[in-house]
């Protein structure tokens, strides 16, 4: 593994159903976030963690969750999906949240509520 | 609540020429991040910009922050084929919160 990896690459689920969608780092960064992305609203954060055992909310938390067990995971659940979480769906990590620090990005899981 | 826009949204361009993208929020911050994405693609750091008058550089990209007016320029210089993309500016809104403008599709033609 190198750098951020994200399954699935893609889905298509039912409205009402549960999914996980996994996130994992290898670059040890104590940071970890999860975006969404529509077209002609950019990225918006969901979720984050500062650390293993901690979360926050970012701009649009509703209808998502998160855990962040160990340092590497930081899976994102959708309890029971609805369609207007159709969206591209990034997970990033940064070496710390300390001002001036880059995150890198993940490839993003492009979901699909039906 | 903080807001940042990117002007213009799209942006079709000749090669060789220059241009500027312009990225203003709403709040005080002083530390601001552009990133590229190709299409179908992730997200890739360029510029980390950390305070007023700060300005880099990286081949025809060129970035600079005046805090004061609360606005950020990405300059190109003599624009080429391969820096087609998306670019996006983001603000730091509080520890561990980024808001990301709307981004500037740049199309580059031959």
């Known amino acids: 593994i190198a750098g951020i990896t994200q399954a699935p690459t893609s889905q298509i689920l039912a409205a009402g159903r549960r999914m996980t969608l996994r996130c994992t780092q290898d670059?040890?960064?104590?940071?970890m976030y999860w975006y969404r992305q529509d077209l002609g609203l950019g990225l918006r954060l969901i979720h984050y963690?500062?650390?293993?055992?901690?979360?926050g909310k970012g701009e649009v938390p509703d209808g998502y969750s998160v855990s962040r067990a160990n340092t590497d995971d930081f899976p994102l659940t959708l309890a029971s999906a609805v369609p207007s979480q159709t969206s591209v769906y990034f997970c990033?990590?940064?070496?710390?949240?300390?001002?001036?620090?880059?995150?890198?990005f993940g490839p993003g899981t492009r979901l699909t509520v039906l | 609540e903080l807001k940042v826009e990117q002007n213009p949204l799209f942006l079709s361009m000749q090669e060789g020429k220059n241009y500027t993208i312009y990225c203003n929020y709403s709040?005080?911050?002083?530390?601001l991040y552009w990133y590229r994405q190709d299409p179908g693609k992730s997200l890739e750091s360029l510029f980390v910009?950390?305070?007023?008058?700060a300005v880099k550089q990286e081949g025809r990209l060129m970035a600079s922050l005046d805090t004061k007016a609360r606005l950020s320029t990405l300059h190109i210089t003599a624009a080429v084929h391969d820096l087609s993309a998306t670019y996006f500016c983001?603000?730091?809104?509080?520890?561990?919160?980024?808001?990301f403008g709307t981004g500037t599709r740049l199309k580059v033609l031959a």
């Open positions: 670059m040890r960064h104590n940071a």
């Open positions: 990033a990590s940064s070496d710390s949240g300390l001002a001036g620090i880059e995150q890198f």
């Open positions: 963690s500062n650390t293993a055992g901690t979360t």
């Open positions: 983001a603000v730091e809104a509080g520890t561990y919160k980024y808001i």
């Open positions: 709040t005080t911050s002083d530390r």
């Open positions: 910009l950390l305070s007023n008058g």
